[in-house]
């Protein structure tokens, strides 16, 4: 497993990661997330 850290996880590029990150469970892990609002 794969541990991830997400920085502008509010962006296009963020999002697109988080969702092959949650398809993924049994590879990834999220660490951090980073956002800005």
């Given at each position: 497993m794969?541990?991830?850290a997400i920085?502008?996880?509010t962006g296009s590029?963020?999002?697109n990661t988080?969702?092959?990150i949650a398809r993924h469970p049994?590879?990834?892990r999220v660490?951090?997330?980073g956002a800005r609002n």
């Open positions: 794969k541990s991830v920085l502008g996880s590029i963020g999002e988080l969702d092959v049994d590879r990834y660490t951090a997330l």
